[in-house]
Each structure stands twice: as structure tokens, then as C-alpha cells.
Nanobody, 126 residues
Framework: QLRIVESGGGLVQPGGSLRLSCVVSGSRFVAAHIGWFRQAPGKEREGVSC????????YSADSVKGRFTISRDNAKNTVYLQMTDLKPEDTAVYYC???????????????????WGQGTQVTVSS
């Protein structure tokens, strides 16, 4: 069982930056692929970035490539999402999720992730 807690959200002006943190409790963190997802009002949840259990591979949605960077510190059981050049369309609740999977790649299908945090609100507005 993994427990997930996100933090770091807030209000930021367009062009600004935020760093989200995802702390995962449980000894199997090092075996888990981690994904960041977001859901804006009236929209479906979408995958933003994910990172494999060893941290060697990362994937990002086209809408955030070049602006968002995902990383993990296995010694701290933490995954980060560094967000730069934020845009109003990045406004959403951001969720961290974990999957214990033997596959070598992480995925953006949210239904495959059994463990979720409560989410953190990111609002980009002037």
C-alpha cells in the first residue's frame, strides 16, 4: 500500500514557476512508476508527466514539453514537478499517482494507477 501527499500548489502569474512535490509513503516507492495528472474544471483528467521507478525515463505531454520537468529522489520518497513559464491553461488540480508495474515504461492512462493523492490546486492568473 502506498500513501501519497502532494504539495506546492498555489496562485502564480502567467510566466511564473512552481514546484510541486509528491511524497509517497511505503517501502515500495522505489518500485513504483509515478505520474502527474491534472484536471481542470469541466475537463477530463489528463496525464502531464511520468517517471519510471529508477528515474531513468521520463515522459511529458506535448502541452508541457520544454516547460515542465519531472524528477524523483528515491532517498526522500519524493517526486517533483518543476513547472516554468506557466500559462492560464495550466490551471487545474494536479494529482500525483503511483503504479507498481513490471513494465519498463510509465503510462498516461490514469485508470491504470491504483494509488492517488488528494491533489493540489494550481491557478495561473494575473
Amino acid at each position: 500500500q502506498l500513501r501519497i501527499v502532494e504539495s506546492g500548489g498555489g496562485l502564480v502569474q502567467p510566466g511564473g514557476s512552481l514546484r510541486l512535490s509528491c511524497v509517497v509513503s511505503g517501502s515500495r516507492f522505489v518500485a513504483a512508476h509515478i505520474g502527474w495528472f491534472r484536471q481542470a474544471p469541466g475537463k477530463e483528467r489528463e496525464g502531464v508527466s511520468c517517471i519510471t521507478r529508477g528515474g531513468s525515463n521520463t515522459y511529458s505531454a506535448d502541452s508541457v514539453k520544454g516547460r515542465f520537468t519531472i524528477s524523483r529522489d528515491n532517498a526522500k520518497n519524493t517526486v517533483y514537478l518543476q513547472m516554468t513559464d506557466l500559462k492560464p491553461e495550466d490551471t487545474a488540480v494536479y494529482y500525483c499517482a503511483a503504479i507498481l508495474d513490471s513494465q519498463s515504461q510509465c503510462v498516461f492512462e490514469s485508470w491504470k494507477y491504483p494509488y492517488w493523492g488528494q491533489g493540489t490546486q494550481v491557478t495561473v492568473s494575473s
